[in-house]
């Protein structure tokens, strides 16, 4: 049985929750939030013990596994103090805030010989690993992408300076598909706007344009609002979040419900539920087994990276290049 401490009893705590907790091989048996209703409520429904510190949880708790669930800019320092004790960890996106911090997190995962996955769960979808079987070996032309949202309902997501935007919060889980399927990212130019929401109490953008060119060759537009309504993401008849993928005589359209194969003598759909990424980061902990992982931090740091030179060019204005700002940021290579 694997003992499980949850840091972090908010929207994705209660999501991972809500997974683990159908499973008979693992327990959640602590729960710390710095909102106490929150802990306990969490902690009564697992029965769990509640805490309000996170290291007093590290520390008086015989724990497999730590999930950190919390806003951005405490994942630093949470995942140092979990690395110290040699945790598995599931480590939610984004992973941070600096490039540079990043990287000092993904040292000491490594160091620490932990089994770690950070939260790209879309990955893990059977739809994306059979999208990935049908477009092998096949160039990859363009990549078209978008995600239409509202305001953020978690508000230090909602806030740009302290969740770092919407391109490094939620359009990183399409710039991360897009890496995937075309390869690593040459160049990055983008374009944020704050027009709809101009004059509201908003510090954000409310629209997004990344244009991203690949080593491969391929190119891809990714976009996204946060100018819409509440109820974008739960009306059935509109798939709010897309990836098309266009490769020689064959286009792919992922959605978080399904995948279309568009041929030219047939449309297929893909609609298997299967793939999900707590039940394959607990197995993979179970089997002691890193290749399991489909998101280690050493490849979430390419995806992280990008959204990070999104946001630098569209303040500056500036193509970026992925080699040399990594570069500049780190005085190292990957």
Same mark, same amino acid.
Request: charged share 25%; net charge neutral; proline share 4%.
């Given at each position: 049985?694997?003992?499980?401490?949850?840091?972090?009893?908010?929207?994705?705590?209660?999501?991972?929750?809500?997974?683990?907790?159908?499973?008979?091989?693992?327990?959640?048996?602590?729960?710390?939030? !710095?909102?106490?209703? /929150?802990?306990?409520?969490?902690?009564?429904?697992?029965?769990?013990?509640?805490?309000?510190?996170?290291?007093?949880?590290?520390?008086?708790?015989?724990?497999?596994? !730590? @999930?950190?669930?919390?806003?951005?800019?405490?994942? *630093?320092?949470?995942?140092?103090?979990?690395?110290?004790?040699?945790?598995?960890?599931?480590?939610?996106?984004?992973?941070?805030?600096?490039?540079?911090?990043?990287?000092?997190?993904?040292?000491?995962?490594?160091?620490?010989?932990?089994?770690?996955?950070?939260?790209?769960?879309?990955? @893990? /979808?059977?739809?994306?690993?059979?999208?990935?079987?049908?477009?092998?070996?096949?160039?990859?032309?363009?990549?078209?992408?978008?995600? @239409?949202?509202?305001?953020?309902?978690?508000?230090?997501?909602?806030?740009?300076?302290?969740?770092?935007?919407?391109?490094?919060?939620?359009?990183?889980?399409?710039?991360?598909?897009?890496?995937?399927?075309?390869?690593?990212?040459?160049? !990055?130019?983008?374009?944020?706007?704050?027009?709809?929401?101009?004059?509201?109490?908003?510090?954000?953008?409310?629209?997004?344009?990344?244009?991203?060119?690949?080593?491969?060759?391929?190119?891809?537009?990714?976009?996204?609002?946060?100018?819409?309504?509440?109820?974008?993401?739960?009306?059935?008849?509109?798939?709010?979040?897309?990836?098309?993928?266009?490769?020689?005589?064959?286009?792919?359209?992922?959605? *978080?419900?399904?995948?279309?194969?568009?041929?030219?003598?047939?449309?297929? !759909?893909?609609?298997?539920?299967?793939?999900?990424?707590?039940?394959?980061?607990?197995?993979?902990?179970?089997?002691?087994?890193?290749?399991?992982?489909?998101?280690?931090?050493?490849?979430?740091?390419?995806?992280?990276?990008?959204?990070?030179?999104?946001?630098?060019?569209?303040?500056?204005?500036?193509?970026?290049?992925?080699?040399?700002?990594?570069?500049?940021?780190?005085?190292?290579?990957?």
């Amino acid at each position: 049985m694997l003992k499980i401490g949850m840091i972090g009893a908010g929207r994705m705590g209660n999501l991972h929750k809500s997974k683990l907790v159908t499973r008979d091989d693992v327990a959640i048996t602590a729960v710390c939030d !710095v909102i106490e209703e /929150r802990a306990l409520r969490m902690a009564r429904e697992v029965g769990g013990k509640p805490y309000y510190d996170y290291r007093e949880m590290l520390d008086k708790e015989e724990l497999d596994v !730590v @999930y950190i669930n919390t806003p951005t800019i405490t994942h *630093p320092e949470m995942t140092k103090e979990v690395t110290k004790r040699k945790k598995h960890l599931f480590l939610e996106k984004p992973l941070a805030l600096d490039l540079k911090v990043a990287y000092e997190m993904k040292k000491q995962i490594e160091e620490a010989g932990i089994i770690c996955t950070v939260g790209h769960m879309y990955r @893990y /979808r059977e739809t994306v690993q059979q999208m990935l079987k049908l477009l092998a070996g096949k160039p990859i032309a363009m990549l078209n992408a978008y995600w @239409y949202w509202t305001i953020p309902p978690v508000p230090h997501i909602a806030d740009k300076d302290i969740g770092g935007g919407p391109v490094v919060d939620q359009i990183v889980h399409l710039i991360d598909l897009c890496r995937l399927v075309a390869g690593e990212v040459d160049t !990055v130019k983008a374009s944020y706007t704050l027009n709809s929401r101009k004059g509201e109490d908003f510090n954000n953008w409310d629209g997004y344009a990344v244009n991203l060119t690949f080593k491969s060759g391929a190119v891809a537009s990714v976009t996204g609002t946060l100018a819409l309504y509440k109820e974008m993401g739960t009306q059935t008849f509109m798939d709010n979040i897309v990836l098309d993928v266009a490769a020689k005589d064959v286009m792919t359209r992922f959605t *978080p419900k399904t995948l279309q194969v568009f041929m030219p003598k047939k449309v297929e !759909v893909i609609d298997t539920p299967a793939g999900d990424i707590d039940h394959v980061f607990i197995d993979a902990v179970k089997a002691n087994d890193p290749g399991m992982i489909k998101c280690p931090i050493g490849d979430a740091i390419k995806t992280f990276a990008v959204t990070l030179a999104a946001n630098y060019s569209a303040q500056t204005g500036q193509i970026i290049k992925m080699d040399d700002f990594i570069k500049e940021r780190l005085n190292m290579i990957f």
